[in-house]
C-alpha cells in the first residue's frame, strides 16, 4: 500500500505557497512472524545395555533438525542425555562402539563387602576425563536424572549440583553398583521407581513429550500362570529358558528387568506421553555392552519412522 502526501514547491524546486506536488512514501511491509516449533521434552528411559539406542535416537533427531529443549534420565537414558547436554555425545558414542567383552572386563571393580558387587571408579574416571567439575546448572538446556533413595523409597530428582554424581547415582543398579551417598542421602538406580521419565517432563510443564521405552519389546512379563507344581515337565529334546544357567548376576538383572517392566507399564499408563519411542531391543541382553553398534543403529533406525509423526506434532504444539 502507497501513502500520498502533498508539500508545496516553486517552479524552481524551492517551497511556495499555492505550489503542491505529490511525494510518495512507500509504507513498511508487515512483519508476519512465523511460529515457533515446539521443542522435545525426551523421556530416556534405564535398559542398561539397550540403552546405547538412546545415542542413535539423539542422532536422529539433530539429522532431522528437531530441537531438544529439555532431557529426563533414568540410569543409562541419563548417561547418554547428561552427556549429549554437555556436548560430549561424539565421545561417547566413540567409547561404547569401541567396548568388546575384554574391554568391558577391564573396567569393571570387583569389590567384596561393598554394597555392590562392581565399585564403579574405573567407569567413573572415564566420565572424568570428560565431565569433570561440569554442574548441571552449566549445561545450556534442563536436564533431570532419576534415581531412589535407597532407605526410604523415595523417589529423587538430581537437577542441580554435579553433573557425573547425577549419572552415577541414576544408574547405580542394586547390588551391581555401589549405591552413591550424596548429602546424606544413600541413592540408587532410578528405574527402581520410574524407568521411563515421563512424569518429569510434565511436572517442567513441557507441551510436547516423548519417551523413549526401551523393554517395550519384553513380552509377557504381565502374564499369570496357572501351574500345578507335582507335575513333571515333559522332556521333548527342546532347551528351555529355564535350563539356561543364568549365574547370580544374571538372575539379579533379569530381576530387575522384570520390575522395571512391571513399573514402566504402570507409570506410562498413568502419564502417557504424547509420543512414544520404542527401538526394537529385545534379542539385546542388558549386560551385552559390546553390542553398542547395533543399539545405536535401532534407536536411529526407529527415531528416523517416526520423523514425520513428531514435525506434525511440533505444528500442533507451535506457538
Known amino acids: 500500500m502507497l501513502n500520498w502526501s502533498w508539500n508545496r514547491h516553486d517552479p524552481q524546486g524551492a517551497p511556495a505557497d499555492g505550489d503542491e506536488t505529490k511525494v510518495l512514501e512507500p509504507t513498511p511491509p508487515p512483519i508476519i512472524e512465523t511460529p515457533k516449533k515446539a521443542k522435545l521434552a525426551l523421556a530416556l528411559g534405564g535398559g542398561a545395555a539397550r540403552g546405547w539406542a538412546h545415542i542413535g535416537v539423539l542422532r536422529a533427531l539433530d539429522e532431522a533438525g528437531i530441537e531438544v529443549g529439555m532431557i529426563a534420565g533414568t540410569s543409562i537414558g541419563a548417561l547418554v542425555g547428561g552427556c549429549y547436554l554437555a556436548g560430549k555425545l561424539d565421545e561417547l558414542e566413540t567409547f561404547a562402539r569401541s567396548l568388546t567383552m575384554r574391554r568391558i572386563a577391564g573396567l569393571l571393580d570387583l569389590t567384596i563387602g561393598g554394597g555392590g558387587l562392581l565399585g564403579g571408579m574405573r567407569l567413573t574416571k572415564r566420565m572424568q576425563e570428560h565431565l569433570e567439575g561440569l554442574s548441571i546448572e552449566e549445561l545450556d538446556r534442563p536436564f533431570v536424572s532419576v534415581a531412589t533413595e535407597l532407605h526410604t523409597g523415595h523417589e529423587v530428582w538430581i537437577s542441580s549440583g554435579s553433573l557425573i554424581t ?110 512414544a519411542l520404542h527401538p526394537r531391543l529385545a534379542d539385546i541382553g542388558l549386560s551385552e555392552f559390546h553390542r553398542a553398534g547395533e543399539a545405536i543403529d535401532r534407536g536411529y533406525t526407529e527415531t528416523m519412522a517416526q520423523i514425520s509423526a513428531l514435525k506434525r506434532m511440533q505444528e500442533v504444539f507451535a506457538r
Open 166 to 275: 547425577g549419572l552415577r547415582a541414576s544408574y547405580a543398579l542394586p547390588g551391581i553398583f555401589e549405591p552413591v551417598k550424596c548429602n546424606n542421602r544413600t541413592l540408587v538406580d532410578g528405574a527402581l521407581v520410574n524407568p521411563v521419565p515421563t512424569s518429569v517432563c510434565r511436572a517442567y510443564e513441557q507441551p510436547l513429550v516423548v519417551a523413549v521405552n526401551l523393554n517395550y519389546e519384553i513380552f509377557g512379563r504381565s502374564a499369570v500362570v496357572k501351574h500345578n507344581a507335582s507335575v513333571q515337565p515333559i522332556d521333548d529334546g527342546r532347551k528351555k529358558p529355564e535350563d539356561i544357567r543364568v549365574g547370580l548376576t544374571g538372575t539379579m538383572v533379569q530381576a530387575f528387568n522384570i520390575i522395571q517392566e512391571r513399573i514402566s507399564r504402570a507409570r506410562l499408563a498413568g502419564d502417557p506421553p504424547d509420543l
